[in-house]
């Protein structure tokens, strides 16, 4: 099992930053995928960056150059840096570990961007 805990959402105007945070119950060292989606109310999650044990990142064309994911497995903490953002950015961002074939995720930290 796996728990995640999001935290660093809030409201922010367009251009401004946010850094999001997902603390995980357990040890990250041995869960190679984690990242962030995010979802806005009827719509699909959608991917927005993932990264690997070994540091290998992706990211949604929209994102790219904008924001920057990272870990530190010695904290067990994910880290999505988020500058130069725009309204259509606004949704709830959810943490996600994949281990032992089962997604874990987290409760969601809402993203609000004002024009």
């Known amino acids: 099992q796996v728990q995640l805990v999001e935290s660093g959402g809030g409201l922010v105007q367009a251009g401004g930053s946010l850094r999001l945070s997902c603390a995980a119950s357990?040890?990250?060292?041995?869960?190679?995928?984690m990242g962030w989606y995010r979802q806005d109310p009827g719509k699909q999650r959608e991917l927005v960056a993932t990264?690997?044990?070994?540091?290998?990142?992706n990211y949604a064309d929209s994102v790219k150059g904008r924001f920057t994911i990272s870990r530190d497995n010695a904290k067990n903490t994910v880290y999505l840096q988020m500058n130069s953002l725009k309204p259509e950015d606004t949704a709830v961002y959810y943490c996600?570990?994949?281990?032992?074939?089962?997604?874990?995720w987290g409760q969601g930290t809402q993203v609000t961007v004002s024009s």
């Open positions: 996600n570990a994949y281990y032992s074939a089962t997604n874990y």
């Open positions: 357990s040890s990250i060292f041995r869960i190679n995928g």
């Open positions: 990264i690997t044990r070994g540091g290998s990142t």
